[in-house]
């Protein structure tokens, strides 16, 4: 007996075709970009259509693409410095678990854009190699007063994800505030941080400085 197809959800399904129609990278990843090297391993979380994985690779990364839905992806299947994986990021065998798609693997540098679960965290600063970068950018409380997501589950608390990074990484920058001009106007929280807290050849311990600006 054939399977019955889920009910739809109308205003889901908008929003999600708006998040797919976006195709120009953040500015926040953009202004961070020179942070990664060319030939440097990229994860793109929840990479939607690859917006951001595309404008790091075109600078010569190596990006892994990961998401429940690839089909916008599908042009990048057997590309040169692209890898494409469908899973389920949430119900799903969890992603950097020892079943999970990217078990064992190290990245130089993530990339999470308009996306939030929180017990992927720990795991995604785990899997980044000594020296990785993490770029995040994603809704804040507060948004629920501009549009979806609207479900605190889905929206970051204040400081939040300096707290995930604390004692871990170096923050390189971070905003947290109304954004109008942005791919999806509302309240967004976004990090820039480097794992190389461990790495100082300074006498008081303290990491080295990065430029801000390339």
Same mark, same amino acid.
């Given at each position: 007996?054939?399977?019955?197809?889920?009910?739809?959800?109308? !205003?889901?399904?908008?929003?999600?075709?708006?998040? /797919?129609?976006?195709?120009?990278?953040?500015?926040?990843?953009?202004?961070?970009?020179? /942070?990664?090297?060319?030939?440097?391993?990229?994860?793109?979380?929840?990479?939607?259509?690859?917006?951001?994985?595309?404008?790091?690779?075109? %600078?010569?990364?190596?990006?892994?693409?990961?998401?429940?839905?690839?089909?916008?992806? #599908?042009?990048?299947?057997?590309?040169?410095? #692209?890898?494409?994986?469908? !899973?389920?990021?949430?119900?799903?065998?969890?992603?950097?678990?020892?079943?999970?798609?990217?078990?064992? /693997?190290?990245?130089?540098?993530?990339?999470?854009?308009?996306?939030?679960?929180?017990?992927?965290?720990?795991?995604?600063?785990?899997?980044?190699?000594?020296?990785?970068?993490?770029?995040?950018?994603?809704? !804040?409380?507060?948004?629920?007063?501009?549009?979806?997501?609207?479900?605190?589950? %889905?929206?970051?608390?204040?400081?939040?994800?300096?707290?995930?990074? #604390?004692?871990?990484?170096?923050?390189?920058?971070?905003?947290?505030?109304?954004?109008?001009? !942005?791919?999806?106007?509302?309240?967004?929280?976004?990090?820039?941080?480097?794992?190389?807290?461990?790495?100082?050849?300074?006498?008081?311990?303290?990491?080295?400085?990065?430029?801000?600006?390339?």
């Amino acid at each position: 007996m054939a399977k019955t197809p889920p009910p739809q959800n109308p !205003a889901l399904d908008k929003d999600a075709s708006r998040h /797919l129609r976006i195709t120009q990278p953040s500015p926040w990843i953009a202004r961070f970009r020179h /942070l990664i090297a060319p030939g440097a391993t990229v994860l793109d979380l929840a990479a939607g259509c690859g917006r951001h994985g595309r404008l790091l690779r075109e %600078h010569g990364a190596d990006v892994t693409f990961i998401d429940r839905d690839t089909t916008p992806l #599908a042009d990048l299947i057997g590309q040169t410095r #692209a890898r494409v994986i469908e !899973a389920d990021l949430e119900d799903g065998p969890a992603p950097f678990g020892p079943e999970g798609p990217l078990a064992g /693997l190290r990245f130089d540098a993530a990339v999470v854009v308009n996306y939030l679960y929180r017990p992927l965290l720990p795991g995604l600063i785990e899997t980044l190699a000594p020296g990785g970068v993490l770029l995040y950018e994603t809704f !804040a409380r507060g948004n629920e007063a501009y549009s979806r997501p609207r479900n605190p589950d %889905h929206l970051l608390k204040s400081g939040e994800l300096l707290a995930a990074v #604390a004692g871990r990484m170096q923050v390189i920058g971070y905003e947290h505030g109304i954004i109008e001009a !942005a791919d999806v106007p509302g309240v967004k929280q976004r990090l820039c941080a480097i794992k190389d807290l461990d790495g100082s050849e300074r006498d008081d311990g303290d990491p080295a400085a990065h430029p801000l600006a390339p």
